[in-house]
């Protein structure tokens, strides 16, 4: 599972940078900082982000676990969608390839 984890937390960082710090990728943070205290992700940073990972993984995400434990770091999130991947049968490698236009910056290429 460390390995998959690994994969989500840079494919998760990856659309951080580029969509939500619109490519700065001198914002310096770790896997542990908190995306609120940090400033890194806002409330409406959070739904984007669900968008995100519902679409990259085809997990769905239910109202009642938009909570900090879930969505308020790196690692929370990585966490989450491998548990998620797991409960939902998904095997590693869908993890691999980006599954939507999401992936690393093209949300907003046409901007």
Do not use: C, W
């Not at 992700?41 to 879930?70: K, R, T, W, Y």
């Not at 990585?78 to 910056?105: F, M």
Request: proline share 2%; glycine share 10%.
């Amino acid at each position: 599972m460390q390995v998959i984890t690994q994969d989500i937390s840079a494919q998760i960082r990856g659309y951080i940078t580029h969509n939500l710090l619109f490519g700065d990728e001198s914002f310096i943070y770790s896997d542990e900082d908190s995306f609120l205290e940090r400033g890194i992700v806002d409330s409406l940073g959070v739904i984007e982000l669900v968008s995100f990972l519902e679409g990259q993984f085809g997990i769905s995400i239910a109202d009642h676990e938009l909570i900090p434990e879930n969505f308020d770091s790196v690692r929370n999130v990585s966490e989450y969608v491998a548990r998620k991947l797991a409960t939902d049968g998904q095997s590693a490698s869908a993890v691999g390839e980006p599954r939507s236009a999401y992936a690393l910056g093209e949300t907003y290429a046409g901007s």
